[in-house]
T-cell receptor, first 113, second 111 residues
Framework: DTAVSQTPKYLVTQMGNDKSIKCEQN?????MYWYKQDSKKFLKIMFS???????INETVPNRFSPKSPDKAHLNLHINSLELGDSAVYFC????????????FGQGTRLTVV | DAKTTQPTSMDCAEGRAANLPCNHS???????VYWYRQIHSQGPQYIIH???NNETNEMASLIITEDRKSSTLILPHATLRDTAVYYC????????????FGTGTSLTVIP
C-alpha cells in the first residue's frame, strides 16, 4: 500500500520521443508535485498542482506538461525528449496548506539516448 | 524562500547522537524550518519541521535558536540506516507548498 507511487521506475528512450510518467497517491492529499533531480543530485521543483491552481517553475521548458485526471493522479508528459532531460523525476504530495510536509515517490530514472 | 547553508558532509559513530547544523540567517517571520533526508536511490523523506519552538518526534529533534537564524537536527542514536543526505529547507507555509532543496549534508554513520 505505497503512499506515493510512480511508474515506470526506469525509462530509456530515444531523443525526439514523447513519453509519460505516471504518479498516484492514496493519501487523500490535496496537492501534488513534480521534482527533477539532476546528475549533481540537486532537486528542483517543476510543478505544484491542486484542484485549484497549477504553479509552474518558469525555468521548466514547455515540452513538460502535467496532467491531472483526478485529485489522486498527476502525470508528467514530456514531448520531444532531449539528452538534457535525463534525470531522476520525483512525484510528491502534501495534505494541505496547514500540514505542508510532502511525501515523495521512489523516483523514475529517465535516460535519453 | 530563504537560503540555507549546511556543511557538505559529516561522519557520526553508530549509536551516538548526530547533530546536523543549518544556517538560515535571512529567514522571515512566517517561514518554517523543514528537514528532509534522501537515502541513496530513494525519494526524499520528511523528518520534522518547526517555526520557533523546539520540536521532537519519533525520528529526530529540531532545535531552533532564539533568533531563528540557525537550527540543528538531532538524531539521538544514529544507526547505519541513517546514512543519507539531509536537507534543511526554509519556506513559508503559504507559498504554494513548493520546497526548494539545496545541496544538503551527506551524513555517514560509521560502525
Amino acid at each position: 500500500d505505497t503512499a506515493v507511487s510512480q511508474t515506470p521506475k526506469y525509462l530509456v528512450t530515444q531523443m525526439g520521443n514523447d513519453k509519460s510518467i505516471k504518479c498516484e497517491q492514496n493519501l487523500g492529499h490535496d496537492t501534488m508535485y513534480w521534482y527533477k533531480q539532476d546528475s549533481k543530485k540537486f532537486l528542483k521543483i517543476m510543478f505544484s498542482y491542486n484542484n485549484k491552481e497549477l504553479i509552474i517553475n518558469e525555468t521548466v521548458p514547455n515540452r513538460f506538461s502535467p496532467k491531472s485526471p483526478d485529485k489522486a493522479h498527476l502525470n508528467l508528459h514530456i514531448n520531444s525528449l532531449e539528452l538534457g532531460d535525463s534525470a531522476v523525476y520525483f512525484c510528491a504530495s502534501s495534505p494541505d496548506r496547514a500540514k505542508p510536509e510532502a511525501f515523495f515517490g521512489q523516483g523514475t530514472r529517465l535516460t535519453v539516448v | 524562500d530563504a537560503k540555507t547553508t549546511q556543511p557538505t558532509s559529516m561522519d557520526c559513530a553508530e549509536g551516538r547522537a548526530a547533530n546536523l547544523p543549518c544556517n538560515h540567517s535571512t529567514i522571515s517571520g512566517n517561514e518554517y524550518v523543514y528537514w528532509y533526508r534522501q537515502i541513496h536511490s530513494q525519494g526524499p523523506q520528511y523528518i520534522i519541521h518547526g517555526l520557533k519552538n523546539n520540536e521532537t518526534n519519533e525520528m529526530a529533534s529540531l532545535i531552533i535558536t532564539e533568533d531563528r537564524k540557525s537550527s540543528t537536527l538531532i538524531l539521538p542514536h544514529a544507526t547505519l540506516r541513517d546514512t543519507a543526505v539531509y536537507y534543511c529547507i526554509v519556506r513559508a507555509w503559504n507559498t504554494g507548498n513548493q520546497f526548494y532543496f539545496g545541496t544538503g549534508t551527506s551524513l555517514t554513520v560509521i560502525p
